[in-house]
């Protein structure tokens, strides 16, 4: 259950999940009649999109830790200077 709600949350589209589901615990088994041909090329496009996404996300959390580190830094020298 869990990973269905991660897959939702990353934005893999419910019609993919739809035929992935049943395999979720086992990605081996592709079950069902009428699974998409396509089903590996939209999955490899998701895992793609997604990994671009996390690229994304890890750029913008290493800025955000410059950041920090720079805020925190400059934080002991304010203080020294507003109080003399």
Request: with cysteine; net charge positive.
């Amino acid at each position: 259950m869990m990973r269905n709600r991660g897959l939702i949350d990353s934005a893999v589209p419910r019609r993919i999940l739809g035929q992935n589901l049943p395999c979720l615990g086992k990605p081996r088994t592709i079950v069902g009649d009428g699974a998409d041909p396509e089903l590996p090329v939209l999955l490899a496009r998701e895992r793609d999109r997604m990994t671009l996404r996390i690229d994304c996300l890890t750029r913008n959390r290493d800025a955000l830790d410059s950041n920090i580190d720079a805020a925190s830094a400059a934080t002991p020298e304010r203080s020294a200077t507003s109080t003399a």
